[in-house]
């Protein structure tokens, strides 16, 4: 293999995983960015994993407002994708 062809297959080795990356990105909750997205939203977007969807549902105010813990990012909850409320 010349330098040249050795060179090509590291940036397609490289352009590879990038997209990969990317992908899993894409399909990765958008509350924690780690496990799988698994919930449909009303508004037919898949945002989130179960326990994130069910974290973000219940902090909805008036609903339980003892429970209101920081780390809800919005009062009301909205699809960050389309931005509506659900
Ligand atoms: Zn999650
Ligand atoms: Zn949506």
Redesign the pocket.
């Given at each position: 293999m010349t330098r040249l062809a050795q060179l090509r297959v590291a940036a397609e080795v490289q352009r590879a995983r990038t997209e990969m990356a990317e992908r899993e990105r894409e399909s990765a909750c958008m509350a924690c960015l780690t496990e799988p997205r698994a919930v449909v939203?009303p508004?037919?977007?898949k945002c989130y994993c179960g326990p994130c969807h069910e974290r973000i549902v219940r902090g909805r105010p008036g609903d339980d407002a003892m429970t209101n813990e920081d780390d809800e990012p919005e009062p009301v909850p909205r699809?960050p994708?389309?931005s509506?409320q659900f």
């Open positions: 939203l508004c037919g977007c699809c994708l389309c509506k």
